[in-house]
């Protein structure tokens, strides 16, 4: 299966997620992108799972899922939306 991305880092300092994906890095003001990471403590944010293509990460603690192409302004086409010719 081939990665939508790769995901190699996820942090915290104080309301700004610091990501390091395919090799750039990333930083997310989390008041603009969720309300349930802004509120979350230090401790639930870091408990997260980066799912296996590289679509999302998952925040068990907070039933939060967010997509890394709309954290970082990324577009890719919906392998499911692919049409055999």
Known sequence: MDK??????????????????????????????????????????????VSPAGYGIHWPDLDEDLSIDGLIGAKHPCPLAKTTG
């Open 4 to 49: 939508a991305h790769d995901v190699q880092r996820v942090t915290f300092s104080g309301m700004t997620m610091l990501l390091r994906v395919d090799g750039k890095e990333y930083r997310i003001d989390i008041t603009k992108e969720s309300d349930r990471l802004a509120k979350a403590t230090q401790e639930q944010r870091e408990n997260f799972e």
